[in-house]
């Protein structure tokens, strides 16, 4: 069918029979009957009107699909579970029953479990619109779709521009546009400028000018996000970009500057605070020896130390603190030994929070391990506030064995325990498997029921989590678990859903490997 006519000829045609009336020529299949031709258009015209688009003429038929018949389909028992979690509505929470997990996320990670066991198998073409559309907005699952969904995927996702980002030969931010650099959104032009800063050397010059052109016309906000953009290719020849902005009135722009400097270990900002740090806390005698600033000077401020503690802070601890967390780490040499060096009570948790703040900021894994162990021991003992969200931060910096050994550690004192040094969060980032050592100590913990009344409210999470990360074939030993308890037993219906969905996870992996 090259092209259609008006809704008008179809009508007419077909009042008055195919006999005495033709359709336009050109239009129809050659040789086909006139009836046949006639039912033909007025389908297509039908489409058109029920989708509420006009019709259009000649319009060019994309490639066939690719021919994948050659590749076997997941069982449909398979396919109708990917089915139950991609049934989302339109704020992305699940609204099929037959999935135990509620929060988007949770679906989301069960999806992800579920494309990852697609072996040597393919999905059925009517799954793939909706996994393409979870993808757009998900960026983690778009591998995992382009393997599952094999070659037909990637040919419907060129047939509609927001998938686009699916077909690897479509740059999203293309670097050369003027226009969108000119007049697009801040969201466009970070693109554009990230894009420009890719290609070496010279596009790192090229961004730094473009930056330039336009930085005193930006807003605020526009200028803290385009200076993110200095990430990408972060170089010691923006250093002179970054120093000015450190001079900027407002403070979300600092801040970024001050960020990405610490990202340059041999800048002058650098040195700057190695010589401010070295002159405050020295080792004399094999002893480290601390006396804190006396005062926070004009410079001081300019280079991102914050005048004003928190509230039960003294100052001049303050401001200890705020220059070990901007010094590079590799001033103070070998970490387990630095540490373990005699310090004065009155500055050995000022010392140990300006290094761990450090380790967090600047990823050291090595110093992060080191003062794990240490600072858990101070959030146990009832420290500062905020202290367990700088261990939760320094979590984030620690390789994966160290994080299972600790995650082992905290869960063998009890659910209350754990709970108090966040352990859903160290295990929110221990990779999968997990270790036996590990998947004991959870069920330890579970097991435990003295923890579990005493931090009930924490048991939620740690179920959640466990039900998602902790192998499919401990099924069974969560089910016995949960059928244990009394009905009246106020954690009965959190083990319960713990349960119920290893055995969604242990059902959905044997429906795969079938």
């Not at 046949?36 to 006009?54: K, N, P, S």
């Not at 407002?250 to 900002?269: G, I």
């Amino acid at each position: 069918m090259s092209e259609l006519p008006d809704w008008g000829d179809v009508l007419a045609t077909a009042l008055v029979g195919t006999q005495r009336r033709t359709l336009p020529a050109g239009v129809g299949r050659a040789g086909a009957d006139p009836a046949d031709e006639l039912l033909d258009v007025a389908g297509a015209l039908t489409l058109y009107r029920r989708g509420g688009f006009r019709a259009r003429r000649g319009l060019t038929v994309p490639e066939a699909a690719p021919d994948d018949s050659g590749i076997p389909l997941v069982t449909w028992a398979a396919a109708a579970r990917a089915a139950d979690l991609l049934a989302v509505d339109a704020a992305g929470y699940g609204t099929s029953n037959a999935v135990p997990v509620r929060d988007a996320d949770g679906r989301i990670e069960l999806l992800a479990e579920w494309l990852g066991g697609v072996h040597d198998r393919r999905v059925p073409g009517e799954l793939l619109p909706a996994l393409l559309e979870i993808a757009r907005r998900h960026r983690a699952l778009r591998p995992l779709v382009a393997a599952a969904g094999g070659p037909r995927a990637g040919w419907l996702a060129r047939q509609r521009p927001e998938w686009a980002f699916f077909d690897t030969a479509v740059v999203e931010a293309p670097a050369d546009d003027p226009r969108g650099w000119e007049l697009g959104t801040i969201g466009r032009r970070v693109g554009i400028l990230t894009a420009v800063r890719r290609a070496g050397a010279a596009g790192e010059q090229r961004g730094r000018d473009m930056l330039a052109d336009v930085w005193p016309t930006e807003t605020p906000d526009d200028r803290a996000a385009l200076l993110g953009t200095f990430a990408t290719g972060l170089s010691p020849a923006d250093e002179p970009v970054l120093e000015g902005a450190l001079d900027d009135r407002r403070k979300e722009v600092r801040l970024v500057a001050l960020d990405l400097l610490a990202m340059l270990p041999e800048s002058d900002y650098a040195r700057r605070m190695t010589e401010r740090s070295t002159a405050c806390v020295r080792v004399v005698g094999g002893r480290i020896q601390v006396a804190p600033p006396a005062a926070c000077d004009k410079s001081m401020r300019r280079d991102g130390i914050v005048p004003r503690p928190p509230a039960g802070v003294g100052e001049r601890a303050w401001w200890l603190e705020e220059l070990l967390t901007r010094t590079p780490l590799s001033v103070w040499g070998e970490p387990e030994e630095f540490l373990s060096l005699p310090v004065t009570d009155e500055w050995a948790a000022v010392l140990r929070r300006g290094l761990a703040r450090a380790a967090a900021g600047q990823r050291d894994s090595r110093w992060a391990t080191a003062l794990t162990g240490r600072l858990t021991e101070e959030v146990a003992a009832g420290g500062r506030p905020d202290d367990r969200l700088l261990l939760e931060a320094l979590y984030d910096a620690l390789p994966s064995d160290a994080l299972a050994s600790l995650a082992v550690g905290v869960l063998r004192r009890g659910l209350a325990g754990a709970a108090a040094v966040g352990v859903e969060h160290v295990l929110e980032l221990c990779p999968r498997p997990w270790p036996p050592a590990l998947v004991e100590a959870v069920f330890g913990a579970l097991d435990d029921l003295g923890g579990r009344r005493s931090a009930g409210w924490r048991l939620a999470g740690l179920c959640e989590l466990a039900a998602l990360r902790l192998p499919a074939d401990t099924a069974s030993r969560a089910t016995a678990m949960a059928a244990a308890l009394p009905s009246d037993d106020p954690m009965s219906s959190i083990v319960g859903r713990f349960a119920d969905t290893l055995r969604f996870r242990h059902d959905m992996l044997a429906e795969l490997s079938s």
